[in-house]
């Protein structure tokens, strides 16, 4: 038994966050069910479930003509009204029968692909983890890259982003533990070229695994976007100003979605446990934060010295905050005005 899947993470184009009624809207992919959404900890909207039925070769590291036939099943989801997944994924399990049957009985089991034959499951395995897979097998990435482009086409966008962005793409693979023969749970992360991920870990199977799948899947758009951004700023290059305007999507889009783990069950937090001491998520991120507020930090008393410059070329006689005035320069005590005032009258009354 193999589950397998795609996750494809970029940014919702529209200039601004979705609320949750929108996200409701936008999700709503089929009549008769509607998304589900949070609000705690973060807003994340999610679609209902949809099927595609497949009747193709399945992936094979030996070239092996391995045929299945059942669904592919496929959602959306939408997290903070600005980031959009696109997952696709599913369980092919070995058919009772060596012929194709009914579309009623794969209709029965949404989500599972049945393998006819002697399935060998850890030749499928590495096939399906290849960078470049031959075109006429199951390609459950291009499942996940329409269902993208239906949710971006819908009417409630105005098709506007607020900075450029790429979307990356996360291909995993989850074995059964005694598939690969050690009883023990692994996992491995690869990042390919570009914006291509591969996730290959073992445990028992649940339906949580879709779930930390999104979840490291968005983890890793937001970091690798983060990078991005911190790259465009030519830090040490260009002036303050234009670092500062550079950065400031990263501050009004992203930094607040960084949860890791937030909507992820018990059984797979450990994995989570795992990135974190290696390669590190967070660790990166939070080095990241630091250097973008750094920026904006060194920006600001920048703009703050040229006012201050400005202001004393102008001769602007106004006292800085924290400086005492000079009593010496204000006007004469009234009492004094009053008795020089008296004098006067009196020698004029004299004369």
């Not at 199951?138 to 098709?159: C, E, F, P, T, W």
């Not at 790429?166 to 491995?188: C, N, S, V």
Request: proline fraction near 7%.
């Amino acid at each position: 038994m193999l589950i397998m899947g795609e996750v494809h993470t970029g940014l919702l184009r529209n200039l601004g966050e979705l609320s949750e009624t929108e996200c409701r809207e936008v999700l709503r992919l089929t009549s008769g069910e509607e998304p589900r959404t949070w609000q705690r900890p973060l807003l994340y909207a999610i679609s209902p479930d949809v099927l595609t039925g497949v009747d193709c070769r399945l992936p094979s590291s030996s070239g092996a003509r391995i045929r299945g036939t059942g669904t592919v099943s496929h959602r959306a989801t939408i997290v903070g009204g600005r980031v959009l997944q696109g997952s696709s994924y599913t369980t092919l399990l070995r058919s009772d029968s060596d012929q194709r049957l009914p579309w009623s009985h794969y209709l029965a089991a949404p989500g599972v692909v049945e393998v006819y034959g002697r399935p060998r499951w850890q030749d499928m395995a590495d096939g399906f983890v290849t960078p470049e897979p031959p075109m006429d097998v199951l390609n459950v990435g291009a499942i996940s890259g329409r269902l993208m482009g239906a949710v971006q086409d819908s009417a409630r966008l105005d098709r506007k982003t607020p900075f450029k962005t790429t979307r990356t793409r996360l291909r995993w693979l989850f074995e059964r533990d005694d598939a690969r023969g050690d009883g023990r749970p692994a996992m491995r992360l690869t990042l390919g070229r570009d914006t291509m991920r591969t996730l290959r870990f073992t445990g028992e199977p649940t339906t949580d695994v879709v779930a930390f799948c999104e979840d490291l899947a968005l983890h890793d758009w937001l970091l690798t976007t983060l990078q991005t951004l911190i790259q465009r700023a030519l830090i040490g290059t260009a002036a303050p100003a234009q670092i500062a305007a550079r950065l400031s999507p990263a501050i009004d889009h992203l930094l607040h979605l960084w949860m890791p783990g937030a909507r992820v069950e018990e059984p797979f937090l450990p994995f989570w446990e795992e990135l974190e001491r290696h390669p590190g998520f967070t660790r990166q991120w939070t080095s990241s934060v630091a250097r973008i507020r750094d920026q904006i930090t060194v920006n600001t008393l920048s703009l703050l010295s040229v006012t201050e410059s400005r202001r004393e070329a102008d001769g602007d006689p106004s006292p800085r905050r924290g400086v005492p005035q000079d009593r010496t320069q204000s006007h004469s005590h009234p009492v004094r005005r009053r008795i020089f005032f008296r004098a006067d009258q009196r020698s004029r009354r004299r004369s």
